[in-house]
């Protein structure tokens, strides 16, 4: 039995309908941080994305057109079984805007 409480994951189809609603928008960029080395054949699940190793970590980079993209992209960090660390967005001044995952 499913809780009334608990919230769906996004449809490929709502995702779509969000993503016609923010036309004209620019993209964010963001900075994800994960554990671990990242090989090229799992960026291949990331297309749109860079990575760069930080140590014994991965940063990978790129924008993504809205919060449904982003959604996906935790998504399919999860599905491989890769650690989010940390969640960043720079600012266009140089600063930056930072979620430490614990």
């Given at each position: 039995?499913?809780?009334?409480?608990?919230?769906?994951?996004?449809?490929?189809?709502?995702?779509?309908?969000?993503?016609?609603?923010?036309?004209?928008?620019?993209?964010?960029?963001?900075?994800?941080?994960?554990s671990?080395?990242?090989?090229?054949?799992?960026?291949?699940?990331?297309?749109?994305?860079?990575?760069?190793?930080?140590?014994?970590?991965?940063?990978?980079?790129?924008s993504?057109?809205?919060?449904?993209?982003?959604?996906?992209?935790i998504?399919?960090?999860?599905?491989?079984?890769?650690?989010?660390?940390?969640?960043?967005?720079?600012?266009?001044?140089?600063?930056?805007?930072?979620?430490?995952?614990?």
């Amino acid at each position: 039995m499913r809780c009334a409480f608990t919230r769906t994951t996004p449809t490929l189809i709502a995702c779509q309908q969000r993503t016609e609603r923010s036309a004209g928008r620019e993209p964010r960029r963001y900075e994800i941080r994960v554990s671990g080395p990242i090989g090229s054949t799992m960026m291949r699940a990331f297309p749109t994305l860079a990575a760069s190793q930080r140590g014994q970590d991965t940063l990978v980079t790129g924008s993504l057109l809205d919060q449904c993209a982003l959604y996906g992209v935790i998504g399919q960090l999860e599905a491989l079984g890769l650690q989010l660390l940390e969640l960043g967005c720079p600012k266009s001044a140089g600063g930056r805007t930072v979620s430490e995952i614990t």
